[in-house]
């Protein structure tokens, strides 16, 4: 017998966020709502979108499972675009030696910094990564997560590098939410290869990186172009490599120090690049031109007491601005979507119309998922989110507090507040 499948009604908004590639510029402010808005989800598909008189007229409510969103809007659901949930060990301490005044880098030369989670992360079994895995990914989902980019990057080597994104491939056949895997080998120097930076290159684009194609294991290449890590040559050499073998790429870019990483996103058409709070009005510029989703972690320039990304000159020179959490054991220790909406509204003055396109639609195009989520369209995978207040509004309004009451993926309800929380 066919299962039923799920009618969502009386949607105070049903904000859509309709489209099927990234908006740029003005186009992040429609979000295309409808009022009294309802939707029809069968097996897993969006199947029809409109008002909720519209639908009632044409479908018996008896023959689906029926959501009463009545004062309630209901949305897409959210993509973390920018993750680094699998990994060992934390790094509590060093947030008290930021709180203390040390820089960055002043950490990561002491031995803190990634080499400390690099430590940890060698140190942990694959089924101790997957367990806290899937615990951070039940916290994202409560926030409306249904979709979200994880990276490797906590191993530096063959064998590291390979457990975490096999971790990440166990943990998303098991959870509900999809994950979208990136290949991070290159976040950091060694301490063996300090002073041979080109060495290390070598090593990843020799040994790593192939077996990471060969087995599938990552869609994405990602490397961390960053003064005093790696430069904008050898970033080139990697991203490069990774392009022949079939991989799409991404960048951490032009985040300490202003380098030259935008400007080689656009040149290598890269899907994304990120952090960007040094990012160049040439990078800016080609950035737009290319079509590269600039994705912007204002939780990150909070944490560490840096300027925010210039999201809203990005908008305005007519990028696609996405937001992601970037949660990571050092740097950024969240997964609060409401706080980065809260940031991304207050300090890079998005309107929440924009941020709202950033986290939805915006987001999937940055793991190139556009097609198949991050908006509430005809043919698209059935990931709502249903928020506890009629607007949203309310979602940068309620300063780091969810409020979302409802996730659905692909049709079934995966998070119920009203039930205590997760139904994975």
């Known amino acids: 017998m066919k299962e039923k499948g799920l009618l969502i009604k009386n949607a105070a908004e049903l904000v859509t966020c ?11 402010s429609d979000l295309k709502v409808i009022k009294n808005g309802a939707v029809i989800i069968e097996e897993g598909i969006i199947k029809v979108v409109g008002t909720t008189a519209e639908l009632l007229q044409q479908y018996k409510e008896e023959d689906y499972t029926v959501v009463d969103a009545t004062n309630k809007a209901v949305l897409p659901g959210f993509i973390d675009s920018h993750t680094h949930f699998v990994f060992g060990g934390y790094r509590a301490e060093e947030f008290s030696w930021r709180l203390k005044g040390e820089g960055y880098m002043e950490i990561m030369k002491r031995g803190g910094g990634i080499i400390s989670s690099v430590r940890a992360t060698k140190e942990a079994t694959k089924a101790e990564l997957v367990a806290a895995g899937l615990k951070r990914l039940d916290t994202m989902l409560s926030f409306g997560v249904t979709t979200v980019e994880g990276k490797s990057g906590y191993g530096l080597d063959y064998d590291t590098e390979l457990k975490q994104l096999e971790a990440m491939k166990e943990i998303a056949d098991i959870h509900p939410m999809d994950v979208v ?15 041979k930076e080109d060495e290390f290159i070598d090593y990843m684009i020799e040994e790593v990186l192939p077996a990471v194609a060969d087995k599938k294991l990552a869609e994405f290449c990602d490397i961390f172009c960053e003064k005093n890590v790696f430069s904008v040559a050898q970033s080139r050499r990697l991203l490069t490599k990774a392009k022949e073998l079939g991989m799409k790429l991404k960048l951490h870019a032009d985040e300490i120090v202003q380098l030259g990483g935008a400007e080689l996103a656009a040149e290598l058409k890269a899907i994304s690049a990120d952090h960007l709070l040094q990012a160049s009005d040439a990078g800016i510029a080609a950035m737009a031109e290319k079509g590269v989703v600039a994705t912007l972690l204002p939780a990150t320039a909070f944490s560490l007491k840096e300027e925010f990304a210039r999201g809203r000159y990005m908008i305005d020179q007519g990028c696609a601005v996405a937001l992601a959490t970037d949660l990571n054991p050092g740097s950024c220790f969240t997964m609060s979507v409401p706080l980065v909406f809260a940031l991304a509204t207050l300090y890079m003055k998005l309107t929440p ?8 639609v915006n987001a999937a195009a940055a793991v190139d998922r556009a097609h198949e989520v991050g908006s509430i369209d005809v043919g698209k995978q059935g990931d709502i ?3 506890e207040f009629p607007s949203y509004n309310f979602i940068p309004y309620h300063i780091g507090v969810s409020t979302v009451e409802k996730v659905i993926k692909r049709g079934k309800i995966v998070f119920d507040k009203e039930k205590g929380g997760s139904l994975c």
Do not use: C, N, R, W
């Open 385 to 387: 989110v249903m928020l």
């Open 18 to 28: 309709s489209g099927f590639k990234a908006k740029s510029g003005a186009e992040m």
């Open 353 to 360: 119309e924009e941020a709202i396109t950033a986290f939805t």
């Open 181 to 195: 895997t990136t290949f991070l080998g290159a976040h950091a120097v060694p301490q063996d290869y300090k002073g």
